[in-house]
């Protein structure tokens, strides 16, 4: 069984850099039940069940364009209901020394997924599923995104070293990122907690 992988880069932008237009309008629940209900078939595939960019990933409505603390979570809580149906298509866990996220991407045409870091502290893959007119390639992100493209944002967490992280594509569909943990966090971490009674 032969896979191609490949590395994809990571951008990373500041805040002097961001494009505050970008994802400023919101997907509300009762606009994704209309524009799911249109029953375009890779309408479903981008954001039906399982898919990491539906809203109802986590069995609620959550607006992917919203950062999401996915590494605080367990994938086997969150994800139960879908895993009882084989439905998903999207696992994370943390490891010793990083943090990981695997997903099967919409498999529509060839994928054109980005993945960002934005200040450290967000990461952001997204990509399209719609072919646009040319003028509206750099803003697609800030009018009705989903009519066009697809986005997951993830808060990362305080140990996650961003700058080492690794984006990896296999057979054009599966992506893996990595994102290693600091090793030097373990002395300035404080838990806030006190002491053990």
């Given at each position: 069984?032969?896979?191609?992988?490949t590395?994809i880069e990571?951008?990373?932008?500041?805040?002097?850099?961001?494009?505050?237009?970008?994802?400023?309008?919101?997907?509300?629940?009762?606009?994704?039940k209309?524009?799911?209900?249109?029953?375009?078939?890779?309408?479903?595939?981008?954001?039906g069940?399982?898919?990491?960019?539906?809203?109802?990933?986590?069995?609620?409505?959550?607006?992917?364009?919203?950062?999401?603390?996915?590494?605080?979570?367990?994938?086997?809580?969150l994800?139960?209901?879908?895993r009882?149906?084989?439905?998903?298509?999207?696992?994370?866990?943390?490891t010793?020394?990083?943090?990981?996220?695997?997903?099967?991407?919409?498999?529509?045409?060839?994928?054109?997924?980005?993945?960002?870091?934005?200040?450290?502290?967000?990461?952001?893959?997204?990509?399209?599923?719609?072919?646009i007119?040319?003028?509206?390639?750099?803003?697609?992100?800030?009018?009705?995104?989903?009519?066009?493209?697809?986005?997951?944002?993830?808060?990362?967490p305080?140990?996650?070293?961003?700058?080492?992280?690794?984006?990896?594509?296999?057979n054009?569909?599966?992506?893996e990122?990595?994102?290693?943990?600091?090793?030097?966090?373990?002395?300035?971490?404080s838990?806030?907690?006190?002491a053990?009674?």
């Amino acid at each position: 069984m032969s896979s191609s992988s490949t590395k994809i880069e990571v951008h990373h932008h500041t805040e002097d850099q961001k494009n505050p237009e970008k994802w400023c309008v919101l997907l509300g629940e009762d606009v994704f039940k209309k524009f799911i209900c249109q029953g375009n078939p890779t309408v479903h595939k981008v954001f039906g069940d399982g898919s990491l960019f539906s809203p109802l990933l986590f069995g609620k409505f959550f607006d992917p364009s919203d950062a999401f603390p996915l590494w605080e979570f367990e994938s086997d809580i969150l994800l139960s209901h879908l895993r009882s149906t084989g439905q998903t298509t999207v696992d994370w866990l943390q490891t010793d020394q990083a943090y990981v996220l695997k997903a099967e991407l919409p498999g529509v045409g060839k994928n054109q997924v980005q993945v960002l870091v934005e200040n450290g502290k967000i990461v952001e893959i997204s990509g399209q599923w719609k072919q646009i007119k040319e003028s509206m390639k750099k803003d697609w992100r800030s009018g009705h995104w989903w009519e066009f493209g697809y986005v997951r944002r993830l808060e990362l967490p305080e140990d996650a070293d961003w700058r080492k992280m690794e984006v990896f594509l296999s057979n054009d569909i599966l992506v893996e990122i990595r994102i290693p943990k600091n090793s030097s966090s373990g002395s300035d971490v404080s838990q806030g907690n006190g002491a053990a009674a």
